[in-house]
């Protein structure tokens, strides 16, 4: 049926990033433009005595400096949160700091320049001074009756407490169980190290009180909107913000950042453009920083593998202040994913939200649902050991079945589809899994440390419905839109308020707009990132973007064949009724006669010519369509991956990885196992190296690429992928997201890898990440008593 989704075309944006040709918030230029540096607090957590700004303002070159009073006396407003659960404590957040610095890195003053250097000369020539006061940068301990206190109105530094499930029938299954497993697990800070920093540049025009911000944003509608209502109270419709092409996200582009607000503020005050560019050491302790829970966790179970109760409770670190949607991330996002692939009778999770002296936090790939996975995994994993049984059989004991579908689990979510049963089963086979458990005891035996682990996960994604979400906390929607404009020539435009920044959009969403006119994708071109040129748009995060924002096309494309077979049974004197829309071909015919055709680009042109229109059409071939969609899409996937531990070192090296996915039907195969595999990468990072590792006294010990380890090629053997397919009912595409569901397994399956290496010794459970110095004391510790 379809001639272009299911195909693996190559990706119409590569060639232009390929080449350097891309069009990103740092390369461009304005003329007479500034340059904006910042002063950064040194300190975690310090009173704000006094600033000279003098020194720095004599230097040659610097146009101005500003610090946070000069913003605040103009009536510039705090930055929002956009997700607000029931009782959450909401501080101030000014783009400038006035009265304390709560974090390292807090912007605390800006200068401009006539070019970046003087800039960050000047940087250094501001004389803040400071009352350094105590930091706390643990997530529980923050709790804790003397802890220092974040915000002085804010005595148990808490912002919020969310429960949700049965808490009484949850205890009481736990007491009958036969066994309960209980496990303390760190869900290490994490910082998103997306390849392109942040950046931003804005331009007032006097004459029309118009401003145009270019931001590395995922959601360029979202900051319209928050700068006009909230921030700096421009009028939206005189605002356009603009974000090209951006290196990467990872959910940390998704905040209203200071940087957006004081940028166009300073363009404003001195009439010139202003450009800001993030360093990478700068990027570190300024851009939003992801996970950093502290969990109690226990199952109950049957001595047969039955789980019985899930019962989790939960400090989530939010840093020093509450961003966009931090507050969803520990909450909805988390609690509402603890029965993953299974049926579980009773499930309670309650959650603290805390703040502390580091960086705020915000969502990172996977944003909350990894957290969750990974709790629910290690348990498995962990009671599978405790009851000696085959970590396989346990989840297939327990998996929710096929023909249980949709399924409501006792956490809020009712499951679209799934087929977690025939998931095992793919990857179990692919992996040669028996074959790997008998090379396991060889190596056991020849006292090799040789683990495997699985996991098998799902995912909320494409979150929805609106009304549901408002419910829950959210401020916003979760629609999407999408207008087509045929041209007079019958090319095309597809306008969408989804932000592709890697995802691959400009090609897939050709794909499916392909299909549902004719036209072939490279006669079809996808706009976005830009306010002016699209309606509306909620951005791209969440893996909502082909779910939600393709679905928006489909709808688009609907009103667009309704309008081109209205005009084409009026053109062919042939009754509405009888024509065809050939979605293959883009012809419109009469039923029976294929030859009494007009394509859609003979139908665009006569719109447009408007020479012989039936009564009452309007001219032109344009339409837009708002999508909300009815229910999350629930995606899956199970990884089995095997590590051998070097005994000496403590190293781990991965040996075998398998991971097979659903996400429903595959619009292009390449770029969802590229969104796989980057997924996978990035959450065996989380497994083995990166810790953004802050020290007591809240510094950021691990602020750059040398000292804060991510993932690279050779950590990773060829890795197998493979599907199963079983469409979401909840779009007409049958599509489910892809973008998180590689990070959200893969922690778990290689955490659990490990972990099963390290069994033989008597050790069950290390915090994340396993670095090889953790692991050679944990095994020092074992063999020789500490
Ligand atoms: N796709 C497909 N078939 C499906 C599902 C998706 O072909 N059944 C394609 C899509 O059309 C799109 C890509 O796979 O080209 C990812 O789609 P989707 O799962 O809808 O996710 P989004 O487009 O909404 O992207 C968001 C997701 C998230 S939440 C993070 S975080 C993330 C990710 O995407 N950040 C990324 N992948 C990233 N990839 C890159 N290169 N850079 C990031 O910052």
Known sequence: MTKYIGQSMRRFEDPRFLRGKGRYVSNLELPNLAYMAIVRSPHAHARI???????????????????????????????????????????????????????????????????????????????????????????????????????DEVADNVSF??????????????????????????????????????????????????????????????????????????????????????????????????????????????????KWVATRSESAVSDTQGRDHITIARMGLKNDGTITAIKVETWANMGAYISLV???????????????????????????????????????RGAGRPEGA??????VHTAAQALGMDPAEIRRKNFIQPNEFPYQTPVAFLYDSGNYPALLDKVLALSNYDKLRADQKKARDAGRLVGIGLATCIESSGAAPSAVVGTLGSVVGFWETASIRVHPSGQVSVHTGAHSHGQG???????????????????????????????????????????????????AAAKIRAKAIKLAAHLLEAAEQ????????????????????????????AAYQAHNLPEGMEPGMEDL??????????????????????????????????????????????????????????????????????????????????SYAIPRADLFPSVTLGSVVTPSPV???????????????????????????????????????LTPDKIWRAIQAAENGG
């Open 374 to 379: 990974f709790v629910v995994e290690r348990l």
């Open 161 to 274: 407490h969310w429960p949700l499930g049965d808490k009484e029938a949850t205890d009481k299954a736990l007491k009958e169980a036969d066994k309960v497993v209980e496990l303390d697990l760190v869900n290490q800070r994490l910082i998103a190290t997306a390849m392109e920093p942040r950046a931003a540049m804005a331009e007032w025009n006097d004459a029309t009180g118009e401003l145009t911000l270019w931001t590395t944003s995922q959601n360029p509608h979202i900051i319209k909107w928050v700068l006009s209502l909230v921030t700096l109270h421009v009028p939206e419709h005189k605002i356009r913000v603009i974000s090209p092409d951006v290196g990467g996200g990872f959910g940390s582009k998704i905040p209203h950042y200071p940087e957006e607000v004081i940028v166009p503020w300073v363009a404003r005050a001195i009439k010139r453009p202003v």
């Open 731 to 769: 779009n007409p595409l049958g599509v489910k997201g892809v973008g998180e569901m590689g990070t959200i397994t893969s922690t778990p399956a290689v955490t659990n890898a490990v972990m099963d290496a390290l069994s033989p010794l008597g050790i069950t459970n290390l915090d994340i990440p």
């Open 49 to 151: 005595k006094s600033i000279d700004t003098s020194k720095a303002a004599a230097l040659p070159g610097v146009v101005a400096v500003f610090t946070g009073k000069d913003l605040i006396d103009d009536g510039v407003g705090s930055l929002p949160s956009g997700w607000n659960v029931p009782g959450i404590k909401v501080p101030m957040h000014y783009p400038l700091t006035a009265d304390k610095a709560r974090h390292v890195g807090d912007a605390v003053a800006v200068v401009v320049a006539e070019d970046p250097y003087i800039a960050e000369d000047a940087v250094e020539l501001v004389k803040v001074d400071y009352e350094p006061l105590p930091a706390v940068v643990d997530a529980r301990a923050a709790t804790e009756q003397g802890a220092p206190r974040v915000h």
């Open 578 to 605: 009888d024509m065809v829309y050939d979605q293959e071909t883009g012809k419109v015919y009469v039923k029976g006669v294929p030859d009494k055709a007009k394509t859609i680009g003979e139908l665009s042109f």
């Open 625 to 706: 369509a708002y999508h909300d969609p009815g229910n999350f899409t629930f995606p899956s996937a199970a990884h089995v991956v095997q590590v051998e531990i070097d005994r000496e070192t403590g190293q781990v090296e991965i040996q075998h990885y398998t991971a097979v996915d659903d996400c429903g039907n595959v619009i292009n195969p390449m770029i969802v196992e590229g969104q796989v595999m980057g997924g996978i990468a990035q959450g065996t990072g989380q497994a083995l190296l990166e810790h953004g590792y802050y020290d007591e006294n809240g510094q950021l010990i691990a602020g750059n690429l040398l």
């Open 326 to 364: 931090a507050s969803l991330i520990p909450t909805a996002f988390y609690v509402t994913v603890l029965s993953g692939a299974y049926k579980i009778a009773n499930i309670f999770g309650e959650v603290w939200g805390t703040f502390t002296n580091t960086v705020w936090v915000d969502a990172y």
């Open 505 to 555: 959009h400009e090609t897939t969403f050709a794909q499916i707009t392909a299909d549902q006119l004719g036209i072939p994708p490279e006669n079809i071109d996808i706009v976005h990132g830009d306010t002016t040129a699209v309606t509306q748009g909620m951005g791209t995060y969440g893996s909502r973007s082909t779910a939600v924002g393709g679905t928006a096309i489909v709808k």
